[in-house]
């Protein structure tokens, strides 16, 4: 593990100045941004209901600004089409993913409003 990788508290509070994209839906928020806790410099993330209660789960990493900003696109639309995906793994690689190790989660089914 790189020192790097535990390098998270020098992203608090300057998100805005790290975003390379951001979406948001009605139920979904898909992240690219960059990143100091990662080997990679630039990660997406979605968040969406129907995968581990709506928490950011990291679907791609990148090396460039122009990689991260194709991320961006290409999980914009993964997740605006149908069907959604039947699971996404999180990949992070920052230093508690690695500790946490590799992680899926299936999509959920929604719960019927009474």
Same mark, same amino acid.
């Given at each position: ?23 948001? /839906? ?27 209660? /709506? ?39 920052? /230093?508690?993913?690695?500790?946490? /190790? ?13």
């Amino acid at each position: 593990m790189s020192p790097r990788s535990l390098d998270f508290s020098s992203m608090l509070y300057n998100y805005e100045a790290r975003k390379v994209a951001r979406y948001e /839906g009605s139920d979904l928020i898909v992240s690219t941004c960059a990143v100091t806790d990662s080997d990679y410099d630039y990660e997406t993330a979605i968040s969406h209901p129907l995968f581990d209660h /709506g928490h950011f789960i990291v679907v791609e990493n990148c090396r460039t600004k122009e990689q991260a900003k194709a991320s961006h696109e290409k999980w914009v639309q993964i997740m605006t089409h149908e069907p959604l995906p039947k699971e996404l793994s999180d990949i992070s690689k920052s /230093g508690f993913a690695l500790l946490r /190790g590799r992680v899926t989660y299936k999509i959920q089914k929604e719960e019927k409003k009474s």
